[in-house]
């Protein structure tokens, strides 16, 4: 197997669960469950396909990545009610998903040999998009627009040291690898440490 | 006319009906009727078209889905305050519409020679995008979502069977007709019968 | 430059201070601020350009208007705390931002050798679908069904002008003028004189 297709089902695979783990929160039936974590597990790549007139959209192409994200939902559905805490569960998750999900989207952008600023706008696509239809549909604040975290910064910031590692020489491979590393680093810090950037704040009372 | 044109033009109509619906519970003007009409009765089929790599899009070629849409909203506009009680208007009326628009939705991927998955998926997608699009934009609680009823199960349970039908030989027309059939009787029987599957319960406290 | 690129250009700039004056109002950092803005400011015309099957997608073809829209972004996330009233500035400039989609959009499906209808809707979905994405991820109540204010009707009444006015034969850039006339002046008139069209009423209390 590739490295990119690696990313792929691996992303797929945790959105998924984080999807199904939003399902149990909304007590939904195990068809909701598949429902939510497919939505989630290829929202963002669907588009990233659609935006790039990529045929056939990759999980049309190869039906098994629906079958991996129901059985993440089947998975979820039987064990969820052994884990303690599921909203942490959503987001550590929801970290290694991103971590995977937008190397795989700045993958596939590169592969057809878009400029730098579209494979980065692809990277933070695939990894952002997912998520934010999961939320929306299931009615939770998106995690994507969390006041005083790092969502879409990390997606960013991963998609570009890969473009930056690419053009000073490095291989796909490791440039991938550290778009990753870059990512999931910042979401974990951010998540633990509480890193952030400054937020908006507005002199005169919210209007 | 053949059957899936039918279909296609029923389900439309009905689905339109059921977003003017929720549109006059929102109180909105006769434009507004319009848009989520339009919204609720092409969305579905959109998106299948648009995955599908399916152009022109249904009604892009043929904009007299749109008039049908807008005639429907009309309709709405000016009798529903005739009706007693409207949001079990839109339950029951968007149980046809998703008879219908599941058999649309699967007819249409299988004549493209997709795989049976890809059909069943596309059938599930035809059926239940266009209320889930309607209930986001009118922030209703989502028919599709909503615990402890049978929605998705019922285009899932439509499509399999037409898929299983036609590999043991039936005719698509025959197929189609299950598949409408199989769907509303669901539908109808969660509605009115409370059917449902197991829905997850956490045995911790929502967490 | 041409006009039709000219109102690209101004309407993705207007929708991208929408944007960020709402991701201001949910106090998001500068990321988010640009996240929203582009969602908002190309949103209309993705789907546009996904629904006639327009390769590549105008900001894929022509990454400066994720740039521009960044920079707007930039630009009031440093200066809005200046802002009094940061709502009515959201609604006056989603008026100008609607007046160059409307035509916008209307003219990108003219060149396109679209039917009338198609071209009255493509105006319309590129007017307003961007203004409706905003509202959806950020939490808003959508502008576009706002209650007893006309919006989609002023993308309607001017995308119908434009079309008018060139089959009695007014040259395009005529047309398209006066169609961001005739949306402004609704809109505007909708804003700040209260016109709106007759609101639905139920007579039986709201079920």
Redesign the interface.
Known sequence: MTLLAFLDFASVFVFALTGALV???????????A??ACLTAVGGG?VRD????R???FW?AE?SY??LATSAAALV?FT??RV?????WVIWLDSFALAVAVPAGTGAALSLG??A??VV?MG?ATG?LGG?MRD????E??L??K??E?Y??CA?AGAIAAVGLMQIGFPQQHALLACAAVCWALRAGSIAFGW?????????P??
Not at 23 to 33: E, H
Not at 50 to 53: G, H
Not at 84 to 88: D, I, K, P, Q
């Open positions: 399902a149990s929160r909304a007590q939904l039936d195990i068809v909701g469950f429902f939510v669907t659609l935006l790039l007139d045929h056939p959209v049309v039906p629906i079958l559905f969820a009610h303690e805490s599921r909203m942490s878009q400029p600023v579209i706008l933070m952002s934010l929306v549909v299931c009615n604040v998106p994507v627009l006041q005083g790092l879409i910064t960013m952030h950037l400054p937020v908006y704040r507005s002199r005169p919210r209007s």
